[in-house]
């Protein structure tokens, strides 16, 4: 997507470094973070200057290749793969795309160490393009005119390139869909929503407002929301999904209001090894996040602030599972299906 009119993807290689568009400093500064090492790019990814499932996967495929540069004289590069997968799986647990893509690259090392370097780079090429056609399924269900409500950024930020979520709204403005219009969740703690995606829409000269997180039943109750899109980062054979903490409050609210849900994810977020949402792995994240919140003081500065009563703890979940029985469809790659295990299962089989 583009930025002060050039194009970029949120992560990508240049001079044997991984690079990627801080998502911390987003939207106060526009700046890009260069990593040189296998261990800066975990650093990276653990403390989410880049995040969401796809660049998420992207810059694990892009670790394995830093790991081959750096175990170019190894006796047994293999082994030293096995270790840096277990090193970067590590980062964060609950998005399947960084298993997905170390794993790829690992086992593609057993072919050979060109395919291997040949495969990190298909990852996050195929995710632009998976993120592409998610874009043109999805917009079919917008309508000119339409609210859409979304949460977290599931934006090009979060796939390298155009998006999971959004996609289908970049795609419905693009073709003339002019007049939609997207309410943006804030998405505590961290507020990706609030940041990243009312940014992104803004590029895009995409009508939106941002509403307190608390806010999305009270618009889904006045009939103020057409669709809700979210993205996703591990979604179980039945269907099952992971995503942003904070979505499956919406789901519920969207199901008792009858709004469309649905959730857009590329194939490589649907993990059919894991059956149901019992067994999805939640990050807990640092309580720090929670008591603290982070942005410009009145003289324009950055910075990091105490928010909340001085000695109470806090809990800090980044992510919750919507039952499938509340998705109404999945928009992937492929088309849109049904949340049910024959579905799925069939994503895999065309
Ligand atoms: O903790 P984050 O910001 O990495 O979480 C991101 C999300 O929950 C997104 O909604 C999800 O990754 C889908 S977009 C690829």
């Known amino acids: 997507m583009k930025v002060n009119n050039k194009s970029y993807r949120a992560i990508w290689i240049e001079n044997f470094a991984v690079c990627m568009i801080d ?123 339409y609210k859409i409500e979304t949460h977290c950024n599931a934006g090009w930020l979060a796939l390298v390139d155009y998006g999971s979520a959004l996609s289908p709204i970049y795609t419905a403005f693009e073709n003339g869909k002019k007049n939609i219009f997207v309410y943006v969740d804030e998405t505590r703690p961290r507020l990706q929503g609030m940041r990243l995606t009312a940014w992104e829409l803004q590029q895009q000269g995409i009508s939106h407002a941002i509403i307190p997180d608390n806010a999305g039943a009270f618009y889904m109750s006045k009939n103020e929301i057409d669709i809700m899109i979210v993205g996703a980062d591990r979604i179980a054979a039945n269907g099952d999904t992971a995503n942003k903490i904070g979505t499956l409050e919406k789901a519920i609210a969207a199901k008792y209001y009858g709004i469309p849900f649905y959730i857009a994810a590329p194939s490589s977020t649907f993990d059919l090894d894991t059956q149901t949402r019992n067994e999805i792995i939640i990050e807990e994240r640092n309580e720090e996040e929670v008591l603290h919140c982070y942005g410009k003081n009145k003289e324009g500065k950055l910075e990091n602030i105490f928010i909340s009563n001085p000695g109470s703890k806090a809990k800090n979940p980044a992510f919750d599972v919507t039952p499938a029985e509340l998705i109404t469809g999945f928009i992937t790659e492929k088309g849109i299906i049904k949340p049910n295990n024959e579905e799925i299962k069939k994503l895999f089989e065309k």
């Open 23 to 145: 998502q911390n400093l987003l939207p106060f500064e526009f700046k890009i973070h260069h990593c040189y090492s296998v261990d800066e790019t975990c650093d990276a990814i653990k403390t989410m200057i880049t995040r969401g499932a796809g660049s998420i996967g992207a810059a694990g495929g892009y670790a394995m290749l830093q790991a081959i540069w750096e175990n170019e004289n190894a006796e047994n590069l293999y082994n030293e793969l096995k270790t840096a997968k277990q090193k970067i799986d590590a980062t964060r647990p609950t998005a399947v795309n960084l298993f997905y893509a170390t794993n790829r690259v690992l086992e593609a090392a057993k072919i050979s160490t060109a395919f291997a370097i040949a495969e990190a780079h298909a990852i996050a090429d195929e995710c632009v393009e998976q993120s592409k056609k998610m874009g043109i399924y999805g917009s079919e269900l917008i309508k000119d005119g």
